[in-house]
């Protein structure tokens, strides 16, 4: 069993909340899940999106067609809908849109039903994401009481939990014996740095951001130069900048680490 779901909207608008009660309540009832996150340079506005695949079976990747679109705009459905199966669904932003900034979480709803889950994981993960909501749950209520089941999915005896690829990028960086990561932040590398921030105390590294992306592969050269195990992370237009130092590394051949976070190179700045 593979489906693949994409949720889109305008960033803002909670897209990555959707993935993440769908990701939990699907974890918990025995399932894969492996969730691509599009990432243009915006804050508010515009369009980006999330794809969710869920499997029976261990899952690594996304595929091209859907089976759902949950759009929280109309836009979404503009642009995705020839991407969807002919057995594929909408979830459209048009049954909801009157209550809110709750919207999304009773689209979460309307997905949970559709594939058959008990309403009880649901009102659990609503209440862990957002303690005290009392909107939220009945948001969460009326969009599963909206929908039909259609899947009736079977839970399975799979014990599982979710990691997101930047808390992994993060343990591999402490269990190497890391030395000193240095990052200017840019999404989506900027969760590394938090990350490792977070740890350096316990596990004895040192995390600095220094004033920009030039800055970081410099210093990263020379402490590396110095005889400390060292990585740096950027992504995209900030990778770009590092050309002439990352140019002086491949002359001189010290060694250095370079965590790139998937992003174009140009993609700077957006204008909406």
Known sequence: MRLN?????????????VSSIISNILSKYG??????????????????????????SKVGSIESELDCIIALDEKTN??????????GFVIGCDEFCEIGKNANIAQAGALI????????LLIEEIKKQFPNNKEAIEA????????ESKFNLKKLNNNIKIMTGSHAVAIGAV?????IYLSYPMTPATAVLHELAARQIENNFLVFQPENEIAVANAGLGASFAGAKTMIGTSGGGYDLM??????????????????????????????
């Open 31 to 56: 399932y894969y899940t492996f969730n691509y996150r599009d990432y243009p340079s915006l804050i508010r506005g515009g369009h980006n999106f999330n794809i969710l695949s869920i499997s029976d």
């Open 78 to 87: 503009e642009l995705h809908k020839k991407e969807l199966k002919k057995t």
């Open 243 to 272: 050309t002439e130092a990352l140019s002086f590394q491949g002359m001189s051949e010290i060694p250095l680490v370079v965590y790139l976070a998937s992003r174009p190179g140009p993609g700077s700045q957006v204008n909406n």
């Open 113 to 120: 039903k559709i594939l058959g889950i008990d309403n009880n």
């Open 5 to 17: 779901i994409l949720i889109g909207g305008k960033a803002g608008q909670g897209i990555n909340k």
């Open 140 to 147: 969460a209520k009326r969009g599963y009481k909206n929908k």
């Open 175 to 179: 269990d190497s014996g890391i030395d």
